[in-house]
């Protein structure tokens, strides 16, 4: 594709926090002029686990078949099978965090 001259954002490599991707994404997006990009479970098979994060702005949205519940006293993730959608950051916040601490990397 880079052929093409479509541009391709490079891996982000190992991010360890929600707002440690916001920050690198605010970065790389302004740079290339690309509104969204891909989270994805390292060990995730084909498309599951994939986060479609985008923003506009300060806006932000996520769209995932990932779902997030809590276990007592931990978070667990689980694949619904059915798309998910979120503009609540928070909520997004938690689900890219449980995705990174699962081995997830844009």
């Known amino acids: 594709m880079q052929q093409q001259g479509i541009p391709i954002l ?3 490599g190992e991010i360890k926090s929600y707002q440690q991707l916001r920050q690198q994404l605010r970065q790389q997006m302004q740079l290339y002029k690309m509104p ?4 994805k479970l390292k ?3 084909a498309g599951v686990g994939i986060m479609a994060l985008e ?13 997030v519940q809590q276990n007592k006293n931990q978070l667990a993730l689980y694949n619904s099978r059915r798309l998910c ?14 995705t990174l ?3 997830g990397t844009s």
């Not at 923003?55 to 779902?67: A, D, N, P, R, Y």
């Not at 959608?85 to 449980?98: H, P, Q, T």
């Open 85 to 98: 959608f979120s503009r609540n950051e928070k909520e997004i916040a938690l689900w890219v965090g449980c």
């Open 10 to 12: 490079q891996s982000l």
């Open 43 to 45: 060990y995730g098979s």
């Open 55 to 67: 923003t506009h702005g300060t806006k932000i949205q996520v769209k995932t078949t990932l779902e």
């Open 36 to 39: 969204r990009v891909f989270i």
């Open 101 to 103: 601490s699962n081995g």
